[in-house]
């Protein structure tokens, strides 16, 4: 079972069955929020923003600390992808859905299910704009220029391992000072 786990997720069948599952999950989990008997819109945009928010700083710190760090599992499958950026290697698509159906639960248990849904509902829409980005990042070439900055500094990671971490936004490589300045550009000392 193992062995056809690990096969599966080098397929290019899993990856776009992950980009389709980790949409459908956030767009289900939103969907199921706002049917709920006390959904106010007014209060589910900061839930959701928070969500979001949460997910951004959750995907430098993994990018950073675990996939860059001394965790040999880890490490060792973030460092094939930065050796073959168009390989397929990503996790099985089931199990980041089940994962944010299980933080749905636990959040509706804690703070209340529709907060609880609206917040795991960004938190999957964070998740789901990563996989949509950084697929797109790495297939597409892009016309406009802000995309095209956008994927640049993504593809500076690949050369500069130490700097740009996030994917989806560049905010907490500004605040953790992680982000990439070229040379020519650093102050002097």
């Not at 490490?75 to 698509?93: I, M, N, V, W």
Request: hydrophobic share 45%.
């Amino acid at each position: 079972m193992l062995r056809w786990i690990e096969r599966l997720s080098t397929t290019r069948a899993n990856g776009y069955a992950g980009l389709v599952s980790d949409t459908a999950v956030s767009s289900a989990l939103l969907l199921a929020a706002s049917r709920q008997p006390d959904a106010h819109l007014g209060s589910a945009a900061p839930l959701v923003i928070c969500g979001v928010l949460a997910f951004s700083l959750v995907e430098y710190c993994m990018h950073r600390w675990l996939f860059h760090g001394s965790v040999a599992i880890f490490e060792q499958g973030h460092r094939k992808h930065h050796e073959q950026p168009e390989a397929h290697d990503s996790l099985p698509f089931f199990l980041p859905p089940l994962a944010m159906l299980a933080l749905a639960a636990v959040l509706a248990r804690l703070i209340s299910t529709t907060p609880g849904l609206w917040l795991a509902g960004g938190v999957a829409a964070g998740y789901a704009a990563y996989g949509l980005t950084h697929t797109a990042f790495h297939a597409m070439r892009f016309r406009q220029n802000w995309c095209r900055r956008w994927a640049a500094a993504h593809h500076i990671h690949h050369y500069h391992a130490g700097s740009n971490f996030g994917v989806t936004s560049p905010l907490w490589d500004f605040l953790l000072q992680t982000r990439y300045v070229p040379v020519r550009k650093r102050a002097p000392r």
